[in-house]
């Protein structure tokens, strides 16, 4: 089983950054897409970020400019950087990886939560 661990999330003024992490425990399963989505009180979990096979990229239309995924394989880590932050990004940001031929198999974090302050 795959289990992740976000971290990296706090409390910032509004125009500052953060950098995100997610750990993987198991370096053997082969992923097919990693992302980051979050969700804020009231909104349905949405896409930030996703990096996929020959290291797609796709950000959402919110974040595009602000925002930039990476992947290290060999810490098993994925990231997300986020700068210009605005108080639209205040969310519990959760990480989620996909496996399996047809990605008929994911884990998700149990959250970090980012307030930005105006």
């Known amino acids: 089983q795959v289990h992740l661990v976000e971290s990296g999330g706090g409390l910032v003024q509004a125009g500052g950054s953060l950098k995100l992490s997610c750990a993987i425990s198991d370096p053997t399963v082969r992923l097919s897409a990693l992302g980051w989505y979050r969700q804020a009180p009231g909104n349905e979990r949405e896409l930030v970020a996703l990096?996929?096979?020959?290291?797609?990229?796709n950000y959402a239309d919110a974040v595009k400019g602000r925002a930039t995924i990476s992947r290290d394989t060999v810490k098993n880590m994925v990231y997300l950087q986020m700068d210009s932050l605005k108080p639209e990004d205040t969310a519990v940001y959760y990480c989620?990886?996909?496996?399996?031929?047809?990605?008929?198999?994911?884990?998700w974090g149990q959250g970090t939560q980012v307030t930005v302050s105006s």
């Open positions: 989620n990886v996909r496996w399996g031929w047809l990605d008929e198999y994911e884990s």
């Open positions: 990096i996929g096979t020959h290291s797609i990229t």
